[in-house]
């Protein structure tokens, strides 16, 4: 069986396979070595995960991916004083319910590599044209501050853990027209925004020994196929 790649996390993972989304540039990627797995569910915080768990991934019996995404945060981040404050987990909260799910995981496949990546960075004016339930205040329901703060912690809580992180939040920003080109609505991912997911989920997966150059094909190569008696190249 081809090894898989699990992507978890909310909304951003549930449109990574939207047309350019990363998702899919990994899948494309890693299209003849691994299947990549998606698990994206809108609007999910960690709170909510660490309940879920168990539904999400298969029993302990079924063979182990070789890689778990976890990307959270964005909705954790939410102010606890706007109109999207039930999704809100405080700081704190955030870094265990982080912990739990790399425990979880490494708990049911121990070769698995578990590789966070922070939330994006925050257009607040951008956000204000998009609110998805009704907003009497008129201020955005996330900041780029506040969810800087999150990112942060993602990345304390992937250094104690040992375990590779992508510090998305950090990497957008130094694109000075990231709001325009990374983000579609001030929050999700535009064309940019998902080719720099890609490009830096690759970097970080080839630290760790998961590439191309290393990953076996499914089955002989086109070119490998000798066309003189090719049912003895399935044959070997």
Known sequence: MRPKIYLFGDSITEESFSNGGWGAS????????ADIVVRGYSGYNTR??????DKVFPAMDEAAPMVVTVFFGANDACLDDRYAAFQHVPLDEYKQNLRFIFSF????????????ITPP????????????????????ERTNKATGAY?????????ECATPVVDLWTKMQEFS??????????????????????????????????????????????????PKEPLKTFNN
């Open 26 to 33: 990994l899948a494309n990627h890693f299209s003849r070595t």
């Open 121 to 140: 960075p925050i257009d607040e004016a951008e956000r204000l044209l998009h609110p998805y339930i009704e907003n009497p205040s008129g201020l955005p």
């Open 177 to 226: 027209d990231w709001k325009r080109s990374c983000l579609s609505d001030g929050l999700h991912l535009a064309q940019g925004g998902n080719k720099i997911v890609f490009e830096e989920v690759l970097k970080k997966l080839e630290e760790v020994g998961v590439s191309l150059k290393e990953l076996p094909v499914d089955l002989p190569l086109f070119s490998d196929i000798n």
């Open 105 to 116: 995981l490494k708990k049911r496949w121990e070769t698995a590599v578990i590789l966070f």
């Open 48 to 53: 909510w995960a660490v309940k879920v768990l």
């Open 151 to 159: 990112a942060k912690a993602c990345v304390e809580v992937a250094r």
